[in-house]
């Protein structure tokens, strides 16, 4: 059973910065592709960015380009999210999610198998 736990959201200013982690368990998550969704609220999930570890390919959403990025640390089976440039609009529920191995589209959120809790990101004008 994988496992995720995601951690980093807070408050911040427009303009300012987060790392969001998300640590997992249960298998090498080096082996399948990973990503971040978000929940405004009010509003349905969303893709913002995701991952193909093979070849080290990243995905993000048009209006993150540019300010957020994707990496990974293999020995701590650990993902982050960079967000710079936060504007009030970035505001709601992150979510780390992994890929059910069959290599679907990263953009949709049925290609996720397993999903973490959740970590609020609110950003003030």
């Known amino acids: 059973q994988v496992h995720l736990v995601e951690s980093g959201g807070g408050l911040v200013q427009a303009g300012g910065s987060l790392r969001l982690s998300c640590a997992a368990s249960g298998r090498t998550f080096s082996n399948y592709a990973m990503g971040w969704f978000r929940q405004a609220p009010g509003k349905e999930r969303e893709f913002v960015a995701a991952?193909?570890?093979?070849?080290?390919?990243?995905y993000y959403e048009d209006s993150v380009k540019g300010r957020f990025t994707m990496s990974g640390d293999n020995a701590k089976n650990t993902m982050y999210l960079q967000m710079n440039d936060l504007k009030p609009e970035d505001t709601g529920v992150y979510y780390c999610?992994?890929?059910?191995?069959?290599?679907?589209?990263?953009?949709?959120?049925?290609?996720?198998?397993?999903w973490g809790q959740g970590t609020q990101v609110t950003v003030s004008s």
């Open positions: 999610a992994a890929d059910n191995g069959y290599g679907g589209n990263v953009y949709y959120q049925s290609s996720y198998s397993y």
């Open positions: 991952i193909r570890w093979i070849g080290s390919r990243t």
